[in-house]
Antibody, heavy 122, light 109 residues
Framework: EVQLVQSGAEVKKPGESLRISCKGS????????ISWVRQMPGKGLEWMGR????????NYSPSFQGHVTISADKSISTAYLQWSSLKASDTAMYYC???????????????WGRGTLVTVSS | EIVMTQSPATLSVSPGERATLSCRAS??????LAWYQQKPGQAPGLLIY???TRATGIPARFSGSGSGTEFTLTISSLQSEDFAVYYC???????????FGQGTKLEIK
């Protein structure tokens, strides 16, 4: 089965670091970019950035550049989203998503992970 | 950045009736427009791509239209399982980023 499996929910304090993961299976992980999408409580979807797992080349939304880091380990078919110093405003559900086609062109997402809920509270 | 604006924010419709949701882009995205459905506690799911092509397994009561800057998602006869939040997304490649609309919540009247 083709799927993206995300890591479990996290509860962190402001200032702490965090890395969440997204593991692809059932397909050639290095052939498809992986994107991360934020959904704050009760709000809409925001694209954060994407990574090409074959060479770890990244593109970021200007809104998230410098605030998060997207990385990947192709040997274990896993992409990551990480923060060095969390804020309360990082509280959100985070989804990873895969585009329909395996090119660098931006395509719609036809595969989504179930999401990782990150709660940042003192 | 291309801004996607959806209207209305909330739409109240009775089961069996037609629902029409709108999405406007701040500049042309050609037909590089997708619609997603999100139910509570679930990840979004692809409904429509290329502005008008239904994704695999999507019922024929869902249809998309438009190009350039104006797009519409129509649900011809609402079923109970269709009450959800709907998002449009552009993937036009220039500027090189995705943007979503803010969503339309379709609720039971």
């Amino acid at each position: 089965e083709v799927q993206l499996v995300q890591s479990g929910a996290e509860v962190k304090k402001p200032g702490e670091s965090l890395r969440i993961s997204c593991k692809g299976s059932g397909y050639s992980f290095t052939s498809y970019w992986i994107s991360w999408v934020r959904q704050m409580p009760g709000k809409g979807l925001e694209w954060m950035g994407r990574i090409d797992p074959s060479d770890s080349y990244t593109n970021y939304s200007p809104s998230f550049q410098g605030h998060v880091t997207i990385s990947a380990d192709k040997s274990i078919s896993t992409a990551y989203l990480q923060w060095s110093s969390l804020k309360a405003s990082d509280t959100a559900m985070y989804y990873c998503a895969r585009p329909r086609y395996s090119t660098s062109t931006y395509w719609y997402f036809d595969l989504w992970g179930r999401g990782t809920l990150v709660t940042v509270s003192s | 950045e291309i801004v996607m604006t959806q209207s209305p924010a909330t739409l109240s419709v009775s089961p069996g009736e037609r629902a029409t949701l709108s999405c406007r882009a701040s500049q042309s995205v050609s037909s590089n427009l997708a619609w997603y459905q999100q139910k509570p506690g679930q990840a979004p799911g692809l409904l429509i791509y290329g502005a008008s092509t239904r994704a695999t397994g999507i019922p024929a009561r869902f249809s998309g239209s438009g190009s350039g800057t104006e797009f519409t998602l129509t649900i011809s006869s609402l079923q109970s399982e269709d009450f959800a939040v709907y998002y449009c997304q552009q993937y036009n490649n220039w500027p090189p980023m995705y943007t979503f609309g803010q969503g339309t919540k379709l609720e039971i009247k």
